[in-house]
């Protein structure tokens, strides 16, 4: 009689666990992505960590464990179950947690202060949904100096990693007491090694008509008053920042520099930066006007599907 009772419980269980996850789905239809569970590959290409440690057995709060190794299209972004073909499994844990049976840890990745199952998402998935604070975990930590704050969505923490390369950057560098420019912002990680690469070479090709080899910090206030500011300059007299919107005016510098490199190339190096900026906008921004239709098309037939559901 009780095993019927609790039968009809885990049963219960799971349907609330799968509504979740389908009200969420819903309320996210037009950005999905929010609702998705982190990858830990994704973090770990984006967070670049040096080395592992092995911290052994811990007490992690479940409220810090944000993704997953394998199974981050399973769950969704709160560990609730995305498909019915989990239920069998997940209702064999759900029973054990409601008869207090203890279970192996799981195993989890430290990465940035956030926790990443490796092994044992059905057993997080149900300590979310019956409200566990805690719960045994074999952590081994991936070392970082970037750290997230709960809660974050993904964009979120690529935000968080672009600040911190932000700083990295200005502090490094002394770029923003060398030109007073504080608004070198870019909208994906790892464009400041870039921007100090392009400063890199171009301190190269000053100092080989030099006798005496210039400094760092008039490398940089050259490189951003003869290379940056032009091109900056082109891109607001062609208005190409309001034709790409998400990004940022340091973006289509990189977008189009590069461009302008490439047509030097097939063009001779007289093509003139006025007229790569032309190009570019004619090209480009036509490019991303019809990505911007397919995007919008593809979140309706998404809404009509979830209607249809």
Same mark, same amino acid.
């Given at each position: 009689?009780?095993?019927?009772?609790?039968?009809?419980?885990?049963?219960?269980?799971?349907?609330?666990?799968?509504?979740?996850?389908?009200?969420?789905?819903?309320?996210?239809?037009?950005?999905?992505?929010?609702?998705?569970?982190?990858?830990?590959?994704?973090?770990?290409?984006?967070?670049?960590?040096?080395?592992?440690?092995?911290?052994?057995?811990?007490?992690?709060?479940?409220?810090?464990?944000?993704?997953?190794?394998?199974?981050?299209?399973?769950?969704?972004?709160?560990?609730?179950?995305?498909? +019915?073909?989990? =239920?069998?499994?997940?209702?064999?844990? $759900?029973? %054990?947690? &409601?008869?207090?049976? @203890?279970?192996?840890?799981?195993?989890?990745?430290?990465?940035?202060?956030?926790?990443?199952?490796?092994?044992?998402?059905?057993?997080?998935?149900?300590?979310?949904?019956?409200?566990?604070?805690?719960?045994?975990?074999?952590?081994?930590?991936?070392?970082?100096?970037?750290?997230?704050?709960?809660?974050?969505?993904?964009?979120?923490?690529?935000?968080?990693?672009?600040?911190?390369?932000?700083?990295?950057?200005?502090?490094?560098?002394?770029?923003?007491?060398?030109?007073?420019?504080?608004?070198?912002?870019?909208?994906?990680?790892?464009?400041?090694?870039?921007?100090?690469?392009?400063?890199?070479?171009?301190?190269?090709?000053? +100092?080989?008509? =030099?006798?005496?080899?210039?400094?760092? $910090?008039? %490398?940089? &206030?050259?490189?951003? @008053?003869?290379?940056?500011?032009?091109?900056?300059?082109?891109?607001?007299?062609?208005?190409?920042?309001?034709?790409?919107?998400?990004?940022?005016?340091?973006?289509?510098?990189?977008?189009?520099?590069?461009?302008?490199?490439?047509?030097?190339?097939?063009?001779?190096?007289?093509?003139?930066?006025?007229?790569?900026?032309?190009?570019?906008?004619?090209?480009?921004?036509?490019?991303?006007?019809?990505?911007?239709?397919?995007?919008?098309?593809?979140?309706?037939?998404?809404?009509?599907?979830?209607?249809?559901?």
């Amino acid at each position: 009689m009780a095993r019927t009772y609790l039968s009809t419980q885990t049963d219960d269980d799971f349907n609330k666990a799968r509504n979740k996850a389908l009200f969420n789905e819903i309320q996210h239809f037009l950005n999905p992505e929010e609702a998705t569970l982190i990858s830990f590959s994704d973090m770990k290409k984006l967070l670049k960590p040096r080395n592992e440690v092995y911290k052994g057995m811990q007490v992690v709060p479940v409220s810090l464990i944000v993704g997953s190794e394998g199974r981050f299209k399973d769950f969704d972004n709160h560990f609730f179950p995305k498909s +019915n073909f989990l =239920k069998s499994r997940w209702e064999h844990v $759900d029973m %054990a947690h &409601l008869q207090d049976i @203890s279970l192996p840890p799981i195993t989890l990745y430290e990465l940035g202060g956030l926790y990443f199952v490796r092994d044992g998402n059905h057993r997080v998935s149900v300590a979310k949904l019956q409200g566990v604070e805690n719960i045994d975990a074999e952590v081994v930590s991936l070392q970082s100096e970037i750290k997230l704050k709960p809660g974050s969505t993904k964009e979120q923490m690529i935000k968080q990693v672009i600040d911190y390369e932000k700083r990295v950057f200005y502090n490094e560098t002394n770029f923003g007491d060398i030109t007073d420019y504080w608004c070198l912002d870019f909208s994906t990680p790892g464009q400041y090694d870039i921007i100090y690469n392009h400063i890199l070479i171009h301190k190269y090709y000053i +100092n080989q008509d =030099k006798k005496e080899e210039i400094q760092m $910090d008039q %490398a940089i &206030l050259s490189w951003f @008053s003869n290379v940056y500011l032009p091109v900056i300059k082109a891109i607001e007299k062609y208005r190409i920042i309001r034709k790409l919107k998400g990004h940022t005016i340091s973006d289509l510098y990189l977008f189009l520099i590069k461009y302008w490199d490439e047509l030097k190339q097939k063009f001779g190096n007289d093509f003139s930066l006025d007229k790569a900026a032309e190009n570019f906008k004619n090209e480009y921004t036509k490019e991303h006007h019809f990505q911007t239709i397919k995007n919008f098309l593809a979140k309706l037939r998404m809404k009509k599907n979830l209607q249809n559901c």
